[in-house]
């Protein structure tokens, strides 16, 4: 049975509007990870086989909460129904588990009222050596774009629902553990910049 660690980081930088200040906001897990589904943007469950690509999103089902079974460490999010003595399908903070036919994940979504003009995506395996997959759903469209992991994935006018997924394939029912990095980083909206210039170019005016 192989183990190996999880580490996911999500970093968001944004234009705070009017004040020209930069202001950083980070999501990670496992520094983000808890019990309730949808806090900070994260969920966790899983998807069916074959469904680890572009029918993830239809196909996504919520795990629940558990603290008992001491198998790995700390709390995880778990398939929701009754255990099942050697079945595995979890998600702890920082790693993936399954030796069923779910893939296991987590994805982050883009909260209410929010619109991001460009993000850039980033997501490294850094250890396991099983298949995993990185999706971005775009709400609007009711489409899935397949990213590549392992380069910058340049993303435009994401928007409120939208979704960025990390799943990994458990198809052959293998126990298997995936760990990685994802970093999203919002880039700041050229209109605020080029508004926050012209409002320097007036003040150097009036100063003259």
Do not use: C
């Not at 930088?13 to 589904?37: C, H, I, K, M, W």
């Not at 966790?44 to 603290?67: C, D, F, I, L």
């Not at 760990?179 to 909206?189: D, H, K, Q, S």
Request: proline content about 4%; charged content about 10%; glycine content about 12%.
């Amino acid at each position: 049975m192989k183990t190996s660690m999880l580490i996911i980081g999500l970093a968001v930088a944004a234009v705070v509007s009017g004040s020209g200040a930069r202001a950083e906001v980070v999501y990670s897990l496992p520094t983000d990870f808890s019990g309730v589904q949808g806090q900070d943007g994260w969920h966790y469950g899983a998807v069916s086989h074959p469904n680890y690509q572009n029918t993830w999103e239809a196909n996504w089902t919520n795990y629940y909460y558990e603290t008992g079974y001491d198998q790995g460490s700390g709390p995880y999010w778990a398939y929701p129904g009754p255990w099942e003595s050697g079945i595995w399908k979890r998600v702890y903070s920082n790693q993936l588990w399954s030796n069923h036919t779910e893939g296991p994940g987590v994805y982050w979504e883009v909260a209410a009222g929010n619109l991001y003009p460009e993000v850039t995506v980033l997501a490294q395996v850094t250890s396991g050596t099983w298949a995993t997959f990185l999706n971005y759903w775009d709400a609007s469209t009711a489409t899935n774009t397949i990213l590549n992991v392992g380069v910058n994935n340049t993303l435009y006018n994401v928007a409120a629902g939208d979704k960025i997924a990390f799943i990994m394939n458990a198809g052959d029912g293998a126990l298997r553990t995936d760990g990685y990095n994802m970093t999203i980083t919002i880039v700041p909206e050229p209109a605020a910049l080029s508004l926050l210039a012209l409002g320097g170019l007036v003040l150097a005016r009036r100063r003259r």
